[in-house]
């Protein structure tokens, strides 16, 4: 397996990394923490466009359909969110028409959800105030709303969890036909599940109580059960995976090297095979894979020194695709993975 790095583009404090589709094209979306841009570039050509150049504080971007994303903005480094809100941006032809959505104090991560033709959002604060870097007085919440087709009218969001500090963690799965969610926090891990039937309540279910910064699933060993890597604790020096057994969780491995900052996380399938991807935004600022050889997990490193915040992986049949939004480095990057 080959990693060819391309550099994209220079975003400063790179942080949000997605994928969607625009003019019936696959790109990759990366867009800025700070005051800065949210760029599309085609996942063939590479060639870019511009969504917003402004405001930036991008902490998520969740495509919803072709030329049309829903991401944070106004979430700026050091917690300074609370003017944080969601927004729209349509494509209308050759320019971008960005609205606000819902107005969010905090919001760190959001998803689009379904269950029985019915589409949700699902808001998760990191906090719900703040008067200093290091204050965490105030747990996170977790909200949700029904999310119309038209988009037209107001959203009406309730609150459906509280109590969540250093609300961080966050990772969609699809069980039995619908989308679910984990979210991550110093309170433990947790599923949340959006009603069975419309105007009915959300469940949330405490599933491990341990403090985890960040979350990704994965089958690595090929059991048939999908092992949980975690970041812990928050924004912490541990990326470690863990194997579900009837008694908890039970370690399997812990990257070797010394690290701080761990951030991005990703879990899936690479080149047809399971492999967990990590890397951290301090240390070494590392970039690396975690692979099964038949008997025990192996690592690679892909990358040092660019300090990444956030990946995922995007398949096609002859080869894949590693965004890799290199915050420290303020690059916007991608690797052609090969056989």
Known sequence: MTFTKIKLGDIPYCYAVSHGLIDGREVLLFAAEADGPCLAFDAETFTSESIWEHPGGTMAVVPRSDGEILAIQRFYPGFEAKEAEIVRAVKAGTWWNVSPLLK?????????????GVKYILCCTVCSCKTSVEDWSSPGQLFAAELPDDMEGPIELIPIAD?????????????????KAWTACDQGLFEVTPPERQGEKWQVQVLYEKAIS????CDIDGDGVDELAMIE???????????????GLALM?????????????????????????GGCRGSDR????????GDHIVSEVIEMGGGPSNVMVVNGPDRDLIA??????GEAAVFIVED
């Open 104 to 116: 969010l104090p905090y919001v760190h991560r959001f998803d689009i959800l379904q269950r029985g």
């Open 163 to 179: 109590g969540m500090t250093r609300n961080h963690g966050y990772s969609k799965i699809r069980r039995d036909g619908f989308d």
């Open 214 to 217: 960040d979350i990704a699933l």
């Open 233 to 247: 604790p928050f924004h912490g020096d541990a990326f470690s995976v863990y194997k579900r057994t009837e008694g």
């Open 253 to 277: 491995y812990t990257y070797p090297k010394p690290m701080s900052f761990v951030h991005a996380i990703w879990g899936g399938l690479l080149r047809g095979r399971p492999a967990f991807i």
């Open 286 to 293: 590392d970039l690396f894979v975690l692979r099964w050889n």
């Open 324 to 329: 890799v939004a290199n915050r420290e480095i």
